[in-house]
């Protein structure tokens, strides 16, 4: 098991912006596909974004396409999420993972989870 450590959560208004972090060991950055995943209330926990430390590429779901990037924040030794043009619907607690696989055509996690940082965007 990896430990975690999401940052960056808070309140904000339709429209803004937010940061998230994710500390991380940097074996893992460069050599696993570390993504974002988030749980909102009565919700299953779905897949946001991932980043493939090996190659560059990334994958996002379609709900956050164009407002959302994930990116290496080498400068803190992880990874991190630029949310833009927020909605109330982003509105969940977001959890960091490490060795995200696509199964089927789902994004599934293989490895660890941070313990989550919440989001709220109000209208």
């Known amino acids: 098991q990896v430990t975690l450590m999401e940052s960056g959560g808070g309140s904000v208004q339709a429209g803004g912006s937010l940061r998230l972090s994710c500390v991380a060991p940097?074996?893992?950055?460069?050599?696993?596909?570390m993504g974002w995943f988030r749980q909102a209330p009565g919700k299953e926990r779905e897949f946001v974004a991932a980043?493939?430390?090996?190659?560059?590429?990334?994958r996002y779901a379609d709900s956050v396409q164009g407002r959302f990037l994930i990116s290496r924040d080498d400068a803190k030794n992880g990874i991190a999420l630029q949310m833009n043009s927020l909605k109330p619907e982003d509105t969940a607690v977001y959890f960091c993972?490490?060795?995200?696989?696509?199964?089927?055509?789902?994004?599934?996690?293989?490895?660890?989870w941070g313990v989550g940082t919440q989001v709220t965007v109000s209208s």
């Open positions: 993972a490490t060795d995200v696989r696509v199964v089927d055509g789902t994004a599934r996690v293989f490895g660890s």
């Open positions: 940097r074996r893992l950055i460069s050599r696993s596909t």
């Open positions: 980043l493939a430390g090996y190659n560059g590429n990334t």
